[in-house]
């Protein structure tokens, strides 16, 4: 039998459409559970919509609408958004349902069968944005505490759940279960609260005379269910009627609860204490992420800042990997993070664009050039033998295989950003084994067939494995690597499910080369705050005359006559860091490569007297410095709009690049 494996994201409140924080918590998830199917597990994730509450009505009732039409309205934008972004959640729950209302209502007469529910007067503070009472001591200024909105005095009977005799109880279970609330510093929040203030019990019901949009009550008609009661219990009975056979006895207790920290103490203390009394087991774990701000700012609608998935994924051409991809790379989860365009279409450009794009595409292009579009023919054997004469090729192979033992882990502790830090790295070391072995250089020697065959082999059977890798963050791009490679995946069998084994690339199979797995994201907006700072901070870098001129338009100066020039005369120079977009050879020339390159927002034709030292396929994607001051000139009747820098005297022998990753366009001084 498979391990079962149960995940789950909140249910969002219908009351607005859906934002960047709903798409985090649900790409979280969707990650962790394409991970484990990959692994062979039977998975069932869960998302859904909260569609009850005072939230919800009011929306409805600014809309003009009854909330049930209301609800059914939005529902379509979530389910739109998550086909979008291929999110593969197995049950789709709306706590309208008849059959969770259903559950909710059984859950409510077992409890108050059991008599932990009572009914009291309370009087106290009440935030109707945060529907719920808060007591005396809480409030300052007539403000609630969580949102600081005003408070309104309220008396009304209500029902009550006996939450506060199960605070000892629950902190002894947080205690002996390491790994119930992650992460730690939240698990710590918790535990502190709960040994420092005295439980309460929880008011669980709403009068229909304040508040009528709710699951009734199942001994009191004149009472709908407090919010929070029937959304938590929608983990349990999605279980119950999202299928035809019922699930619980297979899933429940969830193994994940994906949260938010604002709903922390929610599921960490009304639900674990409503599950202790139903007498039912805990989840495994509850994991609470951080919150994205966007361009150092709250995301809030009266700020006009709320972050809209479609948006970017549409209208920024970043793709949904690259949207999926950012969100997990950005910052570990369970930290902020901050959101703004630029930090994306850096992280694209440099980690996909320049990384793993740019690495499929040259290992492509040069099969296709040296190996008539098929895996080289390379024997195994030649592989193993050629480990000495290549430490890279081992080193390449060992490391890539080597995360495959690490992964459970990395998922085990939510460490996505980790994780993919390790991808790019291996990505990276392949990159270097390409350039270290110079595959465009052997093929020009036939004596060097064979060693070509072994470098083209190797990097192909390395993003066999990469895609295995990064598929469950960026599915689509897996797929198409596969498919360029000329592969045939069933992506939806568990092919994590055995260790990974080299050499699964056949030779022969026929490469299917398409389109750049990442087109670069072009700025709209210059990222000029960090451009400036990071120009600013940076300690000048003197322009030496090493720097040769490997277009041929200006002379190099005469190492033997070294000319001083002021700093007036230097500061003429605009220098700058330029990404390559793309690079051929001019035709009839040995020397020259028409770059096109890109200088933050502008884009500028160079004409380099580089092609004895470079292939075009070299420098695709890197980050050089240029001249862009200089008068355009004419060579071999082609347009050179500025000039690259590059170390060497009379032949080149390296290009200049920057270490830092800098937009394009920074000033390099
Ligand atoms: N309906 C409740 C959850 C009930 S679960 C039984 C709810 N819904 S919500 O739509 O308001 O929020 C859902 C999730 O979105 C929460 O986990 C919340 O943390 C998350 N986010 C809302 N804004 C966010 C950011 N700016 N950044 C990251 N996540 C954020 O609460």
Known sequence: MPKTFYITTPIYYVNDVPHIGHAYTTVAADVLARYRRLRGDDVFFLTGLDEHGQKV?????????????????????????????????????????????????????????????????????????????????????????????????????NYFFKMGQYQDRLIDYIKSHENFIRPESRRNEVLGFLQTQKLGDLSISRPKSRLSWGIELPFDQDYVTY???????????????????????????????????????????????????????????????????VNGEKMSKSRGNVVDPYAIVDEYECGVDAFRYFLLREVPFGHDGDFSIQALSRRTNSDLANGI????????????????????????????????????????????????????????SFEFNDLLLNIASLATIVDIFIDQHEPWRLAKDPGKRTELNTVLYTAAECLRILSLYIYPVMPNTAKSIAEQLGLDVNWGSPLLSQEIKWGELQCGTKIRKGSALFPRIESKTQG???????????????????????????????????????????????????????????????????????????????????????????LVGKRIVIVANLKPAKLMGIESQGMVLAAGDKDVGGLVTVIEEVPPGTKVK
């Open 227 to 293: 919010v929070w009661f029937d959304a938590l219990v929608n983990y349990m009975s999605a279980l119950e009627y999202l299928r035809p056979e019922p699930l619980v006895a297979r899933f429940w207790p969830a193994d994940v609860h994906l949260v938010g920290k604002d709903i922390l103490t929610t599921h960490a203390v009304y639900w674990s204490t409503m599950l202790m009394a139903l007498e039912l087991p805990l989840p495994q774990t509850i994991f609470a992420h951080g919150w994205w701000t």
């Open 357 to 412: 794009g740019n690495l499929l595409s040259r290992t492509l292009t040069m099969i296709d050039r040296n190996c008539d579009g098929a895996i080289p023919d390379v024997s195994q054997d030649y592989i193993e033998s050629a480990h000495q004469k290549y430490p890279l090729l081992l080193n390449a192979k060992q490391q890539l295989l080597a995360l495959e033992k690490h992964l459970d882990g990395l998922y085990a």
């Open 57 to 157: 009505q009011q929306a409805a009732a600014k809309a003009g609408i009854a909330p049930q039409d209301h609800c059914d309205r939005l529902a379509p934008q979530f389910k739109k958004l998550w086909l979008k972004l291929n999110i593969s959640n197995n049950g789709f729950i709306r706590t309208t349902d008849t059959g969770h209302k259903r559950v909710v209502q059984r859950y409510l007469q077992q409890l108050h069968d059991k008599q932990l529910i009572y009914k009291a007067d309370y009087t106290g503070w009440y935030c109707t944005f945060d529907e719920r009472f808060w007591t005396e001591k809480d409030v300052a200024d007539g403000l609630c505490p969580d949102c600081k909105r005003p408070v309104d005095r309220l008396s009304e009977h």
């Open 528 to 618: 000029a705050k960090t451009v400036s700072d990071s120009a600013a901070s940076s300690q000048p870098t003197p322009v030496t005359s090493t720097a040769s001129t490997p277009a041929p338009q200006a002379p190099t100066p005469a190492p033997s006559a070294p000319v001083q020039i002021s700093i007036d005369e230097f500061m003429k120079v605009q220098l700058k860091t330029a990404t390559v977009l793309t690079a051929e050879r001019v035709p009839k020339s040995e020397k020259l490569i028409k770059l096109q390159v890109d200088l933050g927002g502008e884009q500028r034709q160079i004409v380099a007297g580089i092609g004895k030292r470079y292939e075009p396929e070299q």
